[in-house]
């Protein structure tokens, strides 16, 4: 076609910008990569405040893999560096990632607990526990949450003030009384290294600043303007905490020791914690103590009267937590292997800063006994050689932020801590007590949302290889509530979900080409674990052509080929999957090798008939299924004619097996389909087909007298279930329906009835009779044909006469 010169300028310009275009789109995908590597980068170095920007923007990238990973990154480095809103914001964006990993829950519970926001930690650390049972720490934090509502009616257990003047907009914490004055630990000036900071918080690395009360010894009020300590006490990296003996004459310190390690690949600077201590008589000569190690930290030193007690914090191996307290004393001139304050004092958390006061009373820092959040302060104390259980300060001392590092002043009611609680100057701020009162014996109490008390575990596996099935799709039915509880499993094949004591659960697994699984199973109140392990895996069989499945508990009286009753529910079975699955099949009947082979061959031809008919009577296409019988000629062991076996091995060629002949391309229909629930969605469960769960309870129906208390219902209390009572008497004789015949009571409006009215029960024997209606007896054979109708084929007409059950002539 012919075009003009605009044309042809118009159609060149669109040409140029669709290029520049897709050149834009490439160089910021590649930027987004770039930023994402250097923001990385500055991670793994541990310099969290140098990746924060690079992180947030990639954060902004069109890329899902890129904007996922700076948003968990970024939730990350804002809880490094202590920024609670931030972290917060950004670990809620990360949950509604998908294939989070669950820590990030807990982070987030985290971080509302620190902005005081209970209840919705609560519900954070209760969807980390059900997600991660195994780990103590959520069910322990929802717990704590839930008793803030109590501890926040408890009177103010001291007054407090921010000392100004001795904090500044960068960390200052640690104080600790030395002569006259008061010393403690900030990062507010260089280190000697006039331009290194500490790349962590971006702030400098710590020394040691002193300070004493503008009027003597009156430490509530004014402080003169802290001064930087000599070098005799400040090296270049970090200096402090310290602690002074009473005396003034001896000084423990916390500093680290540069050692340079590799990390994927990177030369990374790290700072061990390390405990030193010199006498102050003299020249100062800082000892190591014999315990330091390259490995791990040691810090905090805190030591008795007569220093030959020091109590320390630790991260070494072999602790219970994160960080813990150990006991070293000095004996010989040597300091003995360090003990664990045992269980009493350390948790899962972390126990730091500790602090001793005459020798009987231990103040110290934890974020793993009950607390506001981060990190309360605590006090032990020393009688008949034991420590007491931890005692929390309360407020205003703690706050729902990291409060720690305690100094407490000759009379015990006075003193100085640190905290960043929001209002200070700084990251981290000194504040001054006074008048405090001892801390309030807390009463656990039961939290406003029910904390997670139980959890169960179940496994998926795939039958044929035994291999745990990732990504299954589990049904969990509460037969108290009604409610189904939709799960996946993980990686691992493992689901897990809050569960409670005695309560029948049904859990049913469920994979799109696989054959189904499910089973039922009771928690007992004698149960003593907090983890309940489900009985047995859920098993899926893959359909596959020319798959061969045997058919247990199919039993034929002697040379007969009529179906039993006691075959009927393995028969049921497979009618289920012939209706469920677009699959045709063969249904083989075996024998043994006595008798002669044409008997043989003609038995198991007329059993398979039997059997298929059963079937098709069930509703199942003729054209589906067929019957073979193979007599002898398929033995599974040596047992053939003339050998001598045992009756077991006999009894193993004597089976039926159930054959995929072919798999259909399944079509889409308007039926019932549980794959449009979502995971973690909880519905009721008359949501659900009526046979969804029925197999589930031994048997796929529960008909006639035949069925016996081995079938375990449910018995609810709930207000909304209707409990079944016993038929009033009736005058004269009427007619009604049978549906079931069961040992145990079940509620009339039990899902496995939906859709009847009018149920009574009646008592006959140990059986309890579920009928319905009462009427004449045209209207109660319209009745049948209706319930038959609805699924209950073997539903039967029953006469009523004097409270009896009667079949009906």
């Known amino acids: 076609m012919y075009q ?14 669709t290029i520049l275009l897709s050149v834009i789109l490439l160089a910021t995908a590649t930027e987004s990569f770039a930023q994402i590597r250097k923001a990385n980068r500055n991670f793994d170095l541990y310099k969290y405040s140098k990746a924060i920007p690079l992180y947030q923007k990639a954060a902004r990238s069109k890329k899902d893999e890129v904007r996922k990973e700076a948003t968990l990154r970024l939730a990350d480095c804002y809880r490094f560096v202590n920024n609670a809103e931030e972290a917060r914001s950004w670990y809620l964006r990360a949950t509604e990632f998908s294939n989070i990993d669950p820590i990030n829950y807990f982070y987030l519970g985290q971080a509302y607990r620190t902005l005081q926001e209970y209840a919705l930690a609560q519900e954070a650390f209760q969807k980390y526990a059900t997600l991660q049972p195994d780990d103590p720490r959520g069910e322990a ?85 802290p001064v930087s300590m000599s070098s005799k006490f400040n090296q270049t990296f970090h200096d402090g905490p310290a602690f002074f003996t009473p005396d003034s004459k001896s000084i423990y310190l916390t500093r680290t020791k540069v050692e340079k390690i590799r990390k994927e690949g990177n030369s990374v ?29 040691t810090g905090h030193p805190t030591v008795s009267k007569d220093g030959k007690t020091m109590i320390f914090a630790t991260d070494m191996p072999g602790g219970k937590g994160g960080s813990d307290l150990y006991l070293s004393s000095l004996t010989g001139g040597s300091w003995s292997t360090p003990v664990s304050m045992g269980e009493q004092i350390n948790t899962f958390g972390n126990e730091v800063f500790p602090t001793l006061v005459n020798d009987t009373l231990l103040y110290f820092a934890s974020d793993g006994l009950p607390g506001y959040g981060g990190l309360d302060l605590y006090v032990c104390r020393l009688a008949d050689g034991r420590w007491s259980e931890p005692e ?15 100094a407490v002043a000759a009379d015990m009611k006075s003193g100085f801590f640190s905290s960043n609680r929001p209002g200070g100057e700084g990251n981290d701020d000194i504040y001054a007590f006074r008048n405090a009162r001892p801390p309030v014996k807390t009463i656990p109490v039961k939290p406003a949302i029910q904390p997670v008390l139980l959890a169960m575990k179940g496994m998926v596996n795939d039958k044929t290889t035994g291999k745990p099935f990732e990504k299954a799709k589990v049904f969990v039915l509460n037969t108290k509530s009604n409610k189904v509880k939709v799960l996946e499993t993980n990686a691992d094949g493992v689901f897990t979900m809050p569960a409670e004591k005695n309560i029948l659960y049904v859990a049913k697994a ?50 007969k080929w009529f179906i039993r009753e006691d075959a009927k529910p393995a028969l049921d079975n497979l009618v289920e999957i012939m209706k469920k699955y677009p699959i045709t099949a063969e249904l083989s009947s075996h024998t043994d090798s006595r008798a002669s082979h044409a008997y043989n061959e003609e038995l198991s031809q007329k059993r398979a008939e039997a059997a298929v008919r059963y079937i098709v009577l069930q509703g199942v296409d003729p054209s589906r299924i067929i019957a073979k019988g193979y007599g002898e000629n398929r033995l599974v062991n040596g047992c053939s004619d003339g050998v001598i076996c045992t009756e077991e091995e006999h009894q193993a060629n004597r089976r039926t097996e159930f054959k995929i002949l072919s798999i259909q391309q399944q079509t889409a229909d308007d039926g019932f389909n549980p794959d449009t629930f979502a995971t973690e969605d909880e519905v009721d469960v008359y949501l659900f087909d ?100 609805k699924g209950f084929k073997e539903a039967f007409l029953v006469k009523i006469e004097n409270e009896q059950i009667l079949l009906a002539r």
Not at 270 to 297: G, Q, R, V, W
Not at 730 to 756: E, H, R, T
Request: charged share 25%; proline share 5%; glycine share 4%.
């Open 4 to 17: 003009t010169g605009y044309q042809r300028l118009i159609k060149g310009k669109m040409k140029k910008i």
């Open 269 to 297: 600077l790290t700072y061990m914690l390390k405990i030193y201590y010199s006498s102050l008589e003299d020249k100062i000569d800082y000892k190591a103590f014999p315990h330091n190690s390259d490995s791990y930290s």
């Open 690 to 789: 009526p046979e969804f769960f029925r197999k589930c309870f031994g048997s796929k129906a529960l008909p006639r007298e035949n069925i016996t208390n081995d079938l375990k219902v449910e018995k609810t209390v709930a207000q909304e279930v209707l409990l079944p009572a016993p038929a009033q008497t009736v005058s004269g004789a009427c007619y009604g329906v049978q549906l079931a015949a069961v040992g145990n009571i079940m509620p009339v409006n039990d899902p496995w009835f939906k859709g009847i009215k009018d149920i009574k029960i009646y008592k006959s024997g140990r059986l309890n009779k579920y009928v319905a209606g009462c009427n004449d007896r045209e209207t109660a054979q319209k009745l049948l044909s209706d319930i038959q109708a």
């Open 510 to 559: 469920v994979k799109s080409g696989y054959i189904d699984d499910c089973l039922n199973f009771r928690i007992e109140s004698s149960d003593t674990a907090s983890l309940y392990e489900v009985p047995r895996p859920l098993m899926l069989d893959k359909l596959e052509v020319n798959k061969s499945f045997r058919v247990e508990n199919i039993y034929y009286d002697l040379d």
């Open 392 to 406: 929390n300060l309360h407020t205003p001392i703690n706050s729902s932020y990291d409060d720690f590092s305690i």
């Open 141 to 225: 934090y929802a717990r704590y949450c839930g008793m803030m509502e109590e501890w926040q009616l408890f009177p103010p257990a001291s007054e407090i003030r921010n000392v100004k003047n001795l904090n500044s907009r960068y960390s200052d914490f640690g104080p600790a009384f030395f002569e006259n004055g008061l010393v403690y630990t900030s990062d507010r000036n260089p280190s000697l290294l006039e331009n290194k900071r500490y790349g962590w918080t971006n702030f400098n690395y710590l020394n040691l600043y002193q300070a004493d009360p503008k009027f003597f010894r009156d430490f509530w009020r004014e402080m003169a303007e």
